[in-house]
């Protein structure tokens, strides 16, 4: 019963989660794509991963 009322008060709201999963992840990856674009585009990528091994090589 209590089940029924609340479909009843709030509709059907079977697709809306999945709606706003799919929403997050779109945003994620606009997110992710912009930063692939400034990183790649001000040479920031290439100098961190320069940073990593050299860091990474002057432990051994």
Avoid: C, P
């Amino acid at each position: 019963m209590k089940e029924a009322f609340r479909n009843e008060a709030f509709g059907n709201e079977a697709g809306q989660a999945t709606a706003e999963y799919a929403l997050v992840v779109v945003a994620a990856a606009a997110i992710a794509g912009a930063l692939i674009v400034w990183a790649t585009s001000t040479g920031a990528l290439a100098a961190l991963f320069d940073t990593v091994i050299n860091r990474v090589t002057s432990f051994m």
